[in-house]
């Protein structure tokens, strides 16, 4: 049995790889705002810090796998610079500073969240998306909150997307047995689509959203993925990213979207209404 370690997991995605994982026999450590095993706010530096140092000592400085699914999404209020400290730096210093406990499992297993936004909606901002690989955190966060959420969350989720395509195949992580993977999640029913706290108007545009499938995907289904990449059936995906949205991507990234569109709420809804 395994010792995972879940970021997110008070709720959506995170909770239900938790169940999942915990179902099979491992044992699970949880960090979240709350409610979890270890409370961290992953929006800053000393945040990161914490977590990691309560989860080595948590786990007995052995990690044999890690789930980033601590997030914000973009139809709340959240400010995009927060946004981008969270999903981008959140993710991507955490699984940095567990690297030793991870190299010292027998071939671990790293599975980030990015999400099909990253090629289904137009728009993004390419500053923002380089800002955040060249590690400027202080810049990312500056473009965030000068582009706001919307478009702030699909570069956040591209740039991750990115650095595990970069990283996954040095020499420093899968020369030391350590896989990097990402999914690619569409719609999925969570507080982040469904929650108390969108802004109407914004979530207008989900009602017309293209999923072929014909609904919501499910917390527990992208669990099942999550569960896969960590286990041992999934030894030769390095640097993958795998998308579980429904058929939204196939339908729509092969559209030429306008380089410079920055829709609003009203446009993108008007747009996803035209596509179904």
């Known amino acids: 049995m395994a010792t995972y370690v879940i970021t997110g997991a008070a709720s959506g995605i995170g909770a239900a790889s938790r169940r999942t994982l915990e179902s099979g026999g ?19 530096p000393g945040g990161r810090t914490a977590a990691a140092d309560a989860v080595s000592e948590a786990s007995g400085g052995v990690v ?11 139809l709340s209020h959240v400010p995009g610079g927060r946004l981008v400290a969270v999903n981008y730096f959140g993710a991507v210093e ?21 999400s099909s936004s990253t090629t289904t909606q ?11 690989l060249d590690g400027d955190e202080a810049e990312a966060v500056r473009i965030g909150d000068q582009v706001t959420a919307i478009p702030a969350y699909p570069a956040s989720k591209l740039a991750l997307a990115w650095w595990i395509r970069r990283e ?18 569409g719609m999925i029913d969570t507080p982040m689509t469904s929650g108390d706290d969108l802004d109407p108007e914004l979530a207008k545009a ?7 499938l014909g609904r919501r995907g499910r917390p527990d289904e992208i669990a099942a993925l999550v569960e896969f ?15 579980a ?30 596509k179904t």
């Not at 030793?100 to 499992?105: G, K, S, T, V, Y």
């Not at 380089?259 to 035209?274: C, S, V």
């Open 122 to 132: 137009p728009g993004i901002p390419e500053n923002l998306v380089t800002a955040c």
């Open 64 to 74: 044999d796998g890690l789930v980033c699914c601590a997030g914000l999404g973009s």
């Open 206 to 212: 989900l009602d017309f959203y293209p999923v072929p």
């Open 245 to 274: 949205d429904g058929g939204t991507d196939a339908q729509l990234r092969q559209q030429d979207w306008p380089a410079a569109w920055n829709p609003t709420p009203e446009e993108l809804t008007r747009h996803f209404q035209a």
């Open 94 to 114: 955490l699984v940095t500073a567990l690297k030793p406990a991870l190299e010292r499992a027998d071939g671990a297993s790293v599975v980030v969240i990015s």
């Open 229 to 243: 990449l960590l286990g041992p059936g999934s030894t030769l995906f390095c640097g993958s990213i795998v998308f």
């Open 168 to 185: 996954a195949v040095r020499p420093e992580w899968i020369g030391n047995g350590i896989r990097l993977n990402a999914i690619a999640p």
């Open 26 to 44: 491992h044992t699970v450590i949880g960090v979240d705002l709350a409610h979890t095993d270890v409370t961290a706010d992953l929006s800053t």
